[in-house]
C-alpha cells in the first residue's frame, strides 16, 4: 500500500510558554492512497486540532511545534507541509488535500447562490476554465452528490443541512484531490442523514479514488464504513487497527471504554454505560498514561510511565496499542477482555 500521507511526531501546542498547553502529543499516522482512516475519541482529544495542523491552517494561538507531515503528490512529489511555502500549500490544499472542517455547514457564504460559489472555487484554480466549462463542472459536481442542478441558484439558507453539506463535500471535490479529510461533518445532522452522506462519499471514493480521514465520534459508524481506525486521547494517539479488529478485539482499556459506550446502532438508542470521569484538561495532564485516572485496569506503572504507540508495520497486521498491559502482539489480557468483553 502505498503512502499519500505521512505523519510523523506531530506535536501542538495552544499558546507558548509558561501559558502553553500541549494539545497533541508526538502523533504519528500514515494514510494510504484510497483508505479511509478514521479518527475517533472524546471531545477535546485533539482530532480538530490535528486536521488543522496537518493542513497547516491552524491558527494562533495554536503552534505546531514539531513533527512532520509528507505529502505525496499524484506526480510522485514529497511535499514536507510544514516546510512548505504559501503557494506550494495553496495549491496541496485545493488540488490534492481538501478539507470539509467541523463548522462547514457556517463556512458557506450565505449571500452568495451555491452555483456562484462553487463556480468561484473552480475559478480561482482552473483559470484555463470557460465560464460555460465551470457552470457545466458546478451541475456535474452537484448531481454527484446526489443534488439536483436546480439547486444551483439556491441560497444557502434554502437549502437543508444534508443539503448543504453535500455542497460541502461538492467544493471539496470540485479539484479532484487526493485526500479528503472530513471533521466531523455531520454532528448538526440527524443519524439517518450522516450515515448517508458519509456511504455517499464512499462510493464517490471508489469511482474517484481519493483517500479519506473521517473525524467523528460516532465509533459504530467508523467500524462499518472505515478500513482504518485510529484512537485519540488526551493529544496522544492510543490505538491504531483495522476496523473489524478493532470492534472485535480492541487492545487498549479506552478503546473498549467507547466501544462500550457507543450508541446502539439498531433499536433504541441508548447511551450504555461508558467510561467513569472525564478527559483532563490540557493543563491538568495526569503524569504517565493520561488515560490512568479512568482506567480500570491501571497498575503502579502507568502513574510514572507513559505508554509508547509504536510504530504499525506497514501491512497492517500491525495493531498497535499505547498501554502498559500489552507488549507489542500479546493479546489483550484476560482480565481485561473478561471485564469488558
Ligand atoms: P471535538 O470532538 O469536540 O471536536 P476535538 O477532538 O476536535 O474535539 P480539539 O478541538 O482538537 O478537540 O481540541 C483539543 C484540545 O485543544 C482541547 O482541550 C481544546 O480545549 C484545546 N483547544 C482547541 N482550540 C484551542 C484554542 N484556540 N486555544 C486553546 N486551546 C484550544
Ligand atoms: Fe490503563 Fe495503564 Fe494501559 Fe494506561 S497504560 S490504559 S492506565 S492499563
Ligand atoms: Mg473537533
Known sequence: REPVLEIRDLCVDYGVGEHGVRAITDATLTLHRGEVLGLAGESGSGKSTLAYAVTRLLRAPGVITGGEAVFHTRDGEAVDLFGADAATLRRIRWDQLSVVFQSALHALNPVARIDVQLTDALKAHRA??????????AAELLRLVGINEDRLRSYPHELSGGMRQRVMIAMALALEPQVVIMDEPTTALDVVTQREILEELLQLKDRLGFAVIFITHDLSLLLE????IAIMYAGRLVELADAGELFHAPRHPYSYGLLNSFPALHGERVRMEGIPGSPPALSAMPSGCA???????AIERCRRETPELAVPAADLSSRVAACHLQDGLETVPAPLARALG
Open 128 to 137: 484555463h476554465m470557460t465560464a460555460d466549462q465551470r457552470r457545466e463542472r
Open 225 to 228: 464504513l472505515a478500513d482504518t
Open 291 to 297: 488515560f490512568h485516572p479512568r482506567c480500570p485496569f
